[in-house]
């Protein structure tokens, strides 16, 4: 029988747990109000990435005990993963949050008491430059401390295999089982050995930089620096330390920073949201670029594996781009360049891109135009990742992206990487702006040859204890009663990738799906509409993903067209999310 959420209160006012943490629980247990309830009903659960939750004291928060019980189980993992192994180590790294720097020290203790070497870097880095170090320093996993684009009061736990990906099948089931086996923290090495802890920062940057710079398709830009004008920001994250950087050893010397995000602060202080996928996280960028008639705006989330860009229209006006038009710009850029450098291998053997089963189907008509096979993967970078594994050293890995802001290239880091995307995003621009176009005319430019596929995200928060039940109330609704039509068009296909199997609904024939069992509902109807629902893996949300097309005779035509486009998809999602 479980315990209640007071009986696990109770066990942490003695103990292993420090004097600071049992008057915060006494404090709570004399209230016994929803904060105690929350900070205890469960254990924090560590998922197939790791932890993520707020901080504070309790079994379902995110403090030293539940870091150093992960990190015990991570380590007792490893350790029968690579028998005899000698000299295993791991890297590690943190973001700007509120205590990223304890949790990554204790972190670096657990596994230094544990017998491993371990490079933790001597100040915040991005998430991609931890995936990077991993292979570079030929790990066996890592740890990157970062709750990513979350509310400042979260934080988070980010685990990596050796090849410097999340983890995935078998390996993430298997941690989740040892980490469970850790009961309380006598269980845990806390006492770390320093002289096993190697610190690393510049040199480990200058390597990752040189591996970006190798991926660089406009030669020139060395020798005759772009005129184009880039705002950046970090939005008090990681990315204020190396994006800059690698903008400018690329060739584009024109940045021009918001100062006032350029602190890396855990409270976020001059940015409304540090989600980069949101419009407010980019208004002050936008405001600076209106300053300085910059051409082109990005922002990194706190870790940096994320990327927002805004860009100007044909009135001149800085509009957002969403991840889906991002990630179909760049594979555009990818194809064609390397195509006309006829450097790019087609067919089933030769190059190959990978993107989500929720990301635009228009970066499936890019790729089937050049020729080259398009994988189509579960939500998650590390799935991306998992097909970059299997087929290293047989096949090139030109590209991949998810419809959440991320995307990446070349196989030196096995995840999302926004400071390698900010240079290609950068590329894109400077190459459209040589044939006289903004970025934004080149992607109509590719709806008109490609046609207008347009998507829509809609996110519902249902936080704590009840919005948990709330969610997989909502999906068993739709797993139990699927909707027969969506806006007068028949469903027509069923994807259910918990069941792992695809219903025809014309022929009720049905098909397996070789993916992972995952909890995504995604229905197709007659005129190709998709719709997605599936709760968030890293967030306490349910989430729709909405996708329409429709055939782009001119640009002239794509304003009133992309408008008919959103009134379908506001139908659409009025019908889904409406309870």
């Not at 620096?225 to 060739?251: C, F, M, N, Q, W």
């Not at 855990?266 to 980069?276: C, T, W």
């Not at 089937?368 to 096949?395: P, S, W």
Request: a negative charge; one cysteine or more.
């Amino acid at each position: 029988m479980s315990l209640s959420y007071m009986e696990r209160a109770n066990s942490w006012l003695s103990g292993g747990y420090d004097l600071e943490t049992r008057e915060e629980v006494s404090r709570l247990i004399s209230k016994n109000g929803k904060e105690l309830e929350e900070a205890f009903y469960k254990n924090l659960e560590f998922g197939t990435g790791g932890l993520r939750g707020i901080m504070g004291v309790g079994t379902n928060r995110v403090n030293r005990y539940t870091v150093g019980m992960a990190t015990q189980g991570f380590a007792n993992y490893m350790k029968e993963s690579f028998p005899g192994k000698e000299g295993m180590s791991v890297a590690i790294a943190y973001d700007n949050r509120n205590k990223s720097r304890y949790f990554a020290e204790i972190t670096a203790g657990v596994f230094s008491a544990n017998g491993f070497i371990v490079y933790l870097f001597e100040d915040l880095r991005p998430t991609p430059e931890l995936s990077f170090a991993i292979r570079h320093y030929h790990c066996c996993g890592g740890v990157m401390i970062t709750a990513s684009h979350n509310p400042k009061e979260y934080n988070g736990y980010k685990v990596y295999w050796e090849d410097g990906a999340q983890v995935t099948a078998p390996h993430d089931k298997n941690i989740i089982a040892h980490v469970n086996r850790i009961a309380d923290p006598s269980m845990v090495s806390f006492d770390g050995d320093p002289a096993k802890i190697k610190m690393i920062g510049r040199e480990t940057d200058e390597e990752y930089l040189k591996a970006i710079l190798s991926l660089t398709l406009i030669d020139n830009l060395k020798s005759t620096p772009s005129d184009l004008k880039i705002v950046y920001t970090p939005l008090h994250g990681t990315g204020v330390r190396v994006v800059p950087e690698a903008l400018r050893r690329a060739g584009f010397n024109l940045i021009f920073n918001v100062p006032e995000q350029d602190v890396n602060d855990g409270d976020f202080p001059a940015v409304a949201s540090p989600n980069p996928e949101e419009k407010v996280a980019l208004q002050m960028a936008i405001k600076k670029a209106n300053e300085v008639g910059a051409d082109l705006v990005m922002a990194t989330d706190p870790d940096a594996d994320r990327l927002g860009i805004a860009v100007r229209n044909d009135l001149g006006e800085i509009i957002l781009l969403n991840g889906n038009q991002m990630a179909s710009l760049l594979t555009f850029y990818l194809l064609e360049k390397q195509h006309t450098a006829g450097i790019l291998k087609g067919g089933k053997n030769g190059d190959y891109m990978v993107k989500t089963i929720v990301t635009t189907d228009l970066i499936k008509a890019i790729c089937d135009h050049y020729g080259v096979e398009l994988f189509n993967v579960l939500t998650g970078f590390k799935f991306i990742a998992e097909v970059v594994r299997r087929l290293e050293g047989k096949r090139r890995f030109i590209g991949g992206g998810e419809e959440s802001y991320g995307f990446n290239a070349g196989e030196f880091v096995r995840d999302k990487d926004a400071v390698l995307t900010c240079c290609l995003v950068a590329e894109a621009a400077e190459w459209s702006k040589q044939q006289g176009k903004t970025l934004y005319e080149l992607l109509v430019d590719i709806y008109v040859k490609f046609g207008l596929y347009k998507e829509h995200l809609v996110s519902l928060t249902k936080k704590g204890k009840d919005g948990l039940e709330q969610i997989e109330s909502i999906m068993r609704k739709f797993r139990e009663t699927p909707p027969e039509s969506i806006d007068g068009n028949r469903v027509v296909m069923i994807h259910d990738y918990l069941l792992q199997e695809s219903v025809d609904t014309i022929s009720d024939l049905r098909y397996q799906i070789n993916l992972p069992k995952s909890n995504v509902l995604q229905y197709i109807t007659a005129d190709n509409t998709i719709v997605s629902v599936r709760p968030s893996g890293t967030e306490p949300k349910i989430k729709f993903y909405f996708g329409v097309k429709a055939g782009l005779d001119s640009k002239e035509k794509f304003d009133s067209t992309d408008s008919l486009l959103m009134e379908k998809i506001l139908r659409i999602a009025d019908q889904f999310t409406k309870f």
